[in-house]
């Protein structure tokens, strides 16, 4: 025995361990006679959360970079730092990138221009080891992607590694039309030529993301994760390829939301369903390892406050190399309303370097092995995730579940629930539905530059591209690289692939913006601010002393200022007169009764009749929602009720109303 199971042992010798029945029994005291289960709650993924879930709970026994992969494909590996480079010239590209790397960054994540050409990218990658610095490349198109990069390079793409981060599914999904053949076909041009050319290249995607980004929930992320997978499989199977070659060559895109835990599951879970699919396809242990590539969510942000973004992004990031991710990219705190800056670029990707280098954790193996809660979330997401996978193959498939409108009403009925509870406040957006910024002022937005591009003016690629639209399956990659190299654009290149080809059309997902609302009311605020010198106000009507209103008046607060209202904050009044007095001497449209349960009966109907009085448009409001009192207020003037539960945006949006905002 260890010195320090020693003492331990003698300092604890005196306790007897509690049960678990000793645990919930204690508990079920303290709940004075509320049945137990209410402190379980359900997910937006319907798993019941249990508090009380503890070493009872099964133990995983998966071991780290051993099938199926729970633990990690490379644990103890540092994830790559991949950060999205910016918009720009091109040469103002090459020397951000350079920078970057030169600071910390270990990868890029980049967006190509449709007007760049492969002059461009060599100006942009100018001095940039690409065998050191893997691209994960962002496009609905793959094979122009490689046809420039393989011209800018000369054909050298043997060492480049990372991936072409196309998925034609989740564009389908997310555009409403694709050219499926079309695009398969391109797939398997391109595979199969990076299998001689650029083979430590993955050439293909399967992007939850965008499902994530639109509402959904780690369930249906997880069982779109196989859909689409399966379908990736059997398209590229029907034109030749193995199913090494194809599941070497993924990267799963995750976006990783504010549900910490979840999110950290997500990801184990993901690799253990992988695993299991491709096994059933034949696959071998290498096609088993899913490739994951993170990103912090674009639906979690808010443009409200947006410097909380950057602590939201701090502990996504942090549940995404918890989980395994392989490659991670944290958007800038300002992405969602202007070009980010040196600053809050900086700040993200020093983010990955403090969790790396001043926390450790890519020192660590699977550091959330064996929590009890995260061991249960993976098990509940893999089995329902699958379950789900089976629905939508039961359905005929992604397509034809996506076609059908399946997919989309469920993932649209996921983003409802999230809005329901945002609104309600069941659900915390920091300075967006609680604790809003009083004052904040818009970021400022930079100038745009017109982009001036690397051309060569005395090239001509209209040649090229008609002999790239004429071309087989098999000379198209060899084409492409031709026009390419005379000038061609990336636009000019998938028109020349893609142009006439059938689609496959559907109904589009619609991205989920929670704040969006909340962003309305507060311009509309903004908006009556300029015209009037002020912010809309709410005159708080405090009621006795301090001890008596405060708490109300503290909740009325953060409850109004959510819709951009000024609430103007008096002492306590001794009578409803004297209150009445002052809420019509204040000029606001708007009174709000705080004081408590016990005293509003006295309070109420003098206080609202000698307002209405004087102003029959004032709208009524009382702090709170006494059950046997509501109809007797009602009656005597009182408009609406705030109280815990309430929907904080419908009554902001009435009160606006109200106020003919």
């Not at 020397?95 to 060599?122: I, N, S, Y």
């Not at 695993?275 to 942000?301: C, P, R, W, Y």
């Not at 249960?376 to 005929?396: K, N």
Request: charged share 20%.
């Amino acid at each position: 025995m260890s010195d320090d199971s020693q003492v331990n042992r003698l300092l604890f010798a005196e306790f007897t361990p509690p049960t678990a029945e000793e645990w919930i029994a204690a508990t079920v005291a303290s709940l004075k006679g509320k049945p137990i289960e209410k402190l379980t709650h359900h997910s937006y993924e319907g798993i019941p959360i249990d508090p009380l879930l503890n070493a009872t709970a099964p133990r995983q026994t998966a071991v780290p970079n051993q099938p199926p992969y729970r633990r990690g494909i490379e644990s103890g590996k540092p994830w790559l730092i991949a950060q999205r480079l910016a918009e720009g010239q091109p040469h103002q590209l090459n020397e951000q990138l350079r920078h970057d790397l030169a600071h910390g960054q270990t990868a890029v994540f980049w967006v190509p221009e449709a007007h760049f050409t492969a002059d461009d990218l060599r100006t942009i990658f100018a001095d940039v080891d690409l065998a050191q610095t893997p691209l994960f490349l962002l496009g609905q198109h793959g094979l122009p992607v490689l046809a420039q990069l393989a011209a800018a390079q000369g054909e050298n793409l043997a060492n480049l590694r990372g991936s072409l981060l196309h998925d034609p599914i989740a564009w389908l999904a997310a555009e409403g039309s694709q050219p499926l053949d079309a695009l398969y076909n391109q797939t398997a041009v391109l595979t199969q030529w990076a299998n001689t050319h650029a083979p430590k290249l993955h050439t293909l995607a399967v992007m939850p993301a965008i499902y994530r980004d639109c509402g959904a929930n780690a369930v249906q992320e997880t069982g779109l994760l196989l859909a689409t997978a399966v379908h990736h499989i059997r398209q590229l199977q029907q034109r030749g390829l193995a199913i090494d070659e194809i599941a070497r060559r993924i990267t799963a895109v995750f976006s990783i939301g504010s549900d910490f835990f979840m999110e950290i599951a997500k990801l184990r879970a993901a690799r253990t369903v992988w695993a299991q699919m491709v096994a059933a396809f034949g696959g071998d242990e290498a096609a088993e390892k899913l490739n994951i590539h993170a990103q912090t969510s674009f639906s979690s942000k808010s443009k409200l406050d947006p410097h909380v973004n950057m602590l939201r992004a701090t502990t996504e990031a942090f549940a995404a190399a918890l989980g395994g991710a392989n490659s991670i990219q944290i958007a800038p705190f300002d992405a969602s309303q202007r070009q980010p800056n040196n600053f809050s670029r900086r700040i993200a990707r020093n983010v990955q370097i403090i969790l790396q280098e001043e926390v450790n954790l890519s020192r660590l193996v699977d550091p959330a092995g064996g929590a009890h809660l995260v061991e249960y979330l993976t098990d509940e997401l893999a089995q329902r995730g699958w379950t789900y996978f089976q629905e939508i193959e039961a359905a005929g498939g992604v397509v034809a579940a996506l076609r059908a409108g399946m997919i989309q009403e469920q993932i649209g009925a996921t983003a409802v629930a999230r809005q329901k509870d945002l609104a309600k406040r069941k659900a915390v957006m920091v300075g967006t539905n609680m604790y809003p910024n009083v004052g904040e002022k818009p970021l400022p937005q930079p100038e745009q530059e017109p982009i001036m591009l690397s051309r060569q003016p005395e090239r001509n690629p209209e040649p090229a591209l008609a002999v790239l639209t004429a071309a087989t399956p098999t000379e198209q990659m060899d084409q492409a690289i031709a026009a390419a190299e005379a000038g061609a654009t990336l636009e000019q290149l998938s028109d020349a692939l893609f142009d006439g080809k059938e689609k496959v059309v559907v109904d589009g997902l619609r991205p989920f913006h929670p704040d969006a609302p909340f962003v309305q009311l507060r311009r509309k605020a903004e908006a009556y601010a300029q015209k009037h010198g002020h912010p809309p106000q709410i005159f708080l009507a405090n009621m006795g002393s301090l001890r008596q209103h405060k708490a109300r008046a503290d909740f009325t607060r953060g409850f109004f200022e959510v819709g951009g209202f000024e609430l103007l904050n008096p002492s306590g009044f001794e009578s409803p007169a004297a209150a009445a007095e002052a809420a019509l001497a204040s000029g606001a449209n708007a009174v709000v009764i705080c004081s408590t349960d016990n005293t509003y009966p006295e309070i109420v109907p003098t206080l609202a009749q000698a307002i209405k009085a004087q102003q029959p448009d004032a709208a009524l409001i009382l702090a709170g929602y006494p059950k046997a009192q509501i109809e007797a207020h009602k009656a005597a003037g009182i408009d609406a009720f705030i109280y815990l539960g309430a929907d904080c945006l419908a009554l902001n949006q009435w009160l606006q109303k109200e106020m003919s905002l």
